[in-house]
Structure formats: C-alpha cells, structure tokens
C-alpha cells in the first residue's frame, strides 16, 4: 500500500527538469533520460490528459493506437490519485507531502472550514479568499523556472483560463505551430475532458470510449504534423474506477463523531475526530467499510510515506486528520447536504485501486 515514488511519476519528471537543469526532490528516471539524451530534442511538450490511466488505455484503445504503441513505460502517479496533487507534484517536480496541496477540499483552521485550493472558496460556504492558497501554500511552477532560467515556456491550460483553446483540436493546432518557431522551447497542455466526462458517464460508459478514441486520434495528428526537433511526452495525472455504490457519511453512526466534514477526497477522506472519540470511531468505521476502504491513523499515515518520501510541508501534518480512510473498491463514501450531489460521479478517483494509480509514460518523436 505505498505508492513508489523513488520509481515513479516524479522520476520521470526529474528527468525532464534534469534536461532543463532544474532541480527536483527525486532521481531522474533513467529510462526516460537516455532517450532525452539520445533524440536530444531542441523543444520538449508535455502533454497532460487528466485522468488517462494506463490501465485504461490497455483495455480500451487497440495494441497499435498512438498511445499504447509510444508508450515508453507504465508508472505510478502521487497520493492521492487526483488532479490538485498529482498536477501540482507534476509542475514543481515535488511530491504532494512537500507541497501540502493535498486533494480537491483542505481543512484551514484559520478559516475554521474547507477551501477547494483551485478556487480559493470554501467548500460548503462558498465564500470566496482570493489569493489564499497563493499566499498560504505558494509552490513553483515548471513554466516560471524555465522562463527565469532564459528558455521560453508557455502553458495552454483551457481548464482555468478564458483565453486558452477551448477544445483539443485547438490545442494540438498550437502546438503544432509551436513546434516550427524559433522562440519556444517548452509547452505543458492540460486538457481535462476526459476525466470530466468519466466523471459524469463512467470511465465504462460509451461517451468515455469515444471521447479516449477522440484523444488518440488528435494526438496521432500532432505526431503526423509537428516538427522534427520536438519531443512530445504524454502522461496523466491519475485514472479512474467505475462507481457502482455510493454512501453519505451524514446519515451514519459516524457524523457524529466529526468535527468537521472530511476532507481531501471522497476517496482519500481525512476525518478530524476528538482524541476521546477517537477508538470509537475507528471500531465502528471498520464495522462498517472495512472491505472497502483501509483505515489508518495519523501516526500510521506519516508512517507509510504514503504522500512522499521526502521531507514533509510544515502544514503537511495539518491536513492529513486524524484518521485517513483510502478506497480500494468500487465503493463511494461522500459527505453532502444535498443528497442527490452523493451520487453525482459515477467515475472517481484518489483511492488505490490500480485503475486509479497507474499512468502512462508516452514519448513521441520524429
């Protein structure tokens, strides 16, 4: 139950940063190095396609598609499996324990409630802190370095920005014309379709099928287009697992043991429970779930490793609880006052299943 990360996603991206003569907290992946060295590139794009797994790309997309035919190595991403971790531990080459950017809801006791880091709002609140999470937990971004150490970096992010492409094909036309400049160096793309519709139908479902057949096929063009000096690398945040059962903590025995709603994730839940309540609390919780989902507590998360190996945030303990729940079937757990938002995903993500955990590892060059 640790996830490798002297082996994994962060490796990998010490070998990118390495190329760019960045630092990182791991050792760079040596198989990804010797081909860097090997075709060296005079322009790098990584491409992020939020939550193709390579597990699903395996069992979904022919032998011969784009993805599976480049794929230099399978590998595991950060913990928890999910987009705020995984793309931030991504962009400064830091794992999610040094980063303290933890999953989608954070508990701030100087706020006295949850934030959703990507907003800057309260989570059941709403209310808005602007700036908050760039002030509290700032952290470095790959685009900033390399444009402080003289190369030109640019990020497409269509998720978060008015005026970056607003569909894939868009996104792939840029990068193409990138590709045959003379002034860019580096592009990230993050395209978060995937996960959004997994989200929505199930990674499962037909649509999913056909929006990963989608992906494939404009990334094979961006191969067929792009310039010969250009190295793409493709990789994932995280995959996902089909919900087939969901459950609200509000109406369990459980709610009243809380001090606050959990946080992080459904399906990496940090509980803040008061110390006498505390044995209570895990007897009856692993009554309960305890073939769905393992059950540590504080000491035991710091124990593990299990958000890095390296060493942790000054917050980092802040935000872990004092119990950590991790899934490891098709269960749900939620906590909701509005009922019908508990069955909203019928694909998530952040537990340790292996659909969740592995990524792919796709270089590309002419």
Known sequence: MVVNYEDGILSSIAALRAHYGLASS?????????????????????????GMGANLIKRKLPADAFVNRNMLYKTETVFPPTTTAATTAILNGRGPNENAWLGWTMYFKELGESVIP????????????????????????????????????????????????????????????????????????YWDKYDSQMHKTGPDSPESDQLLSDINAELERLGQEIAENTMVIIIADHGQVQIR???????????????????????????????????????E????????????????????????????????????????????????????????KVFKFKGQHAGMCADEIYIPLIVYQK
């Open 118 to 189: 990507f907003w800057n709002e309260g989570k059941y609140s709403g209310r808005e802190y602007p700036g908050f999470m760039e002030r509290t937990l700032p952290v470095p971004r790959m685009e900033k370095e390399l444009n402080e150490a003289g190369f030109c970096a640019r990020t497409l992010n269509p998720a978060f920005t008015e005026e970056d492409p607003k569909t894939l094909a868009e996104g792939i036309d840029r990068l193409i014309a990138y590709s045959k400049d003379q002034e860019t160096d580096f592009v990230y793309l």
């Open 26 to 50: 791991y050792e760079p992946d040596e198989r990804l190095a010797k081909v860097i060295a090997e075709k060296k590139p005079e322009k790098i794009f990584l491409i992020l396609i939020d």
């Open 285 to 340: 919780f692993k009554e309960m779930f305890e073939k769905d989902y393992m059950l540590l507590d504080h000491k035991q998360v710091l124990e593990t490793g299990l958000f890095g190996a390296k060493e942790n945030h000054p917050r980092f303990e802040e935000f872990i609880g004092d119990f950590l729940a991790i899934a490891k079937s098709d269960l749900c757990l939620a906590y909701e006052y509005d009922e019908s």
């Open 245 to 283: 059962r969901s459950i609200n903590l509000r109406d369990t025995a459980l709610d009243k043991y809380l001090l606050t709603p959990p946080t992080i994730e459904p399906r990496a839940m940090a509980f803040y429970v008061a110390e006498e309540n505390r044995e209570a609390f895990a007897k």
